[in-house]
């Protein structure tokens, strides 16, 4: 359906559109905006632009945007350094994995709509069952915690759950399967990705510079990514689900 807005060579509308994405990406990375209260913490979502690129222009203009992704944590990591950002120096950890959210984005989606999503609609329902949940808790948390403008974004997230379940069964025939894989996907390349290439380039340094025992490096690491990963799931699930089906809609 959204083959038209496809073009595998690097013309001017795919370079407007990957300076449009890159410089959202941006903005994201330099105000609050790339953060995000969901359920009991906080998520990323400056991955989402490279995504939503592969998705709706393909790879190309998905590895550029991660490309920009990734340069923009090259340059964040010397302009405004950390104890842990020498990791971010080194482009293999810093840029290479957000160049392949873009391609892995892609196929996944592609491959996954060859497969049929009606084969895998209770995907569907299963995740949304387990974002659901996870922003109840979130919601129940910033009650009891009184903050009000968290809550508030967590019940604009459940709503926007609750809609993609409608959409994905009345509207797009379950195209928000194949989306919400992808999504995932992307995700899990950038958390799983960056954090696999720190462990194995970096790990004990990393860990001994994050003030914890060397002796548990693993351990730490896989906690990260268990901590980061998931919130970080559930928004791009959402957002990047929401964003792709409403263009597809306008070009269907």
Known sequence: MNNTLRSNTLNARNIAIIGLLGAVTAVLGMTPLGFIPIGPTRATILHIPVIIGAILYGPMVGGFVGLIFGGFSLFNAITNPTPVSFVFLNPVVSVFPRIIIGIGSYYVYEGAKKLGARNFKWILYALVTGISAYLLYGIYNNIIEQKWINLGINFILLALTIGIVFLGKKKFKFDSVEIMIAAIVGTMINTLGVLSLIYFLYGERFVAALG???????????????VNGIPESILATILVTSVVNAVMKKYK
């Open 212 to 226: 914890q025992n060397v002796e548990t490096t693993r351990k730490i690491i896989f906690g990260i990514g268990v």
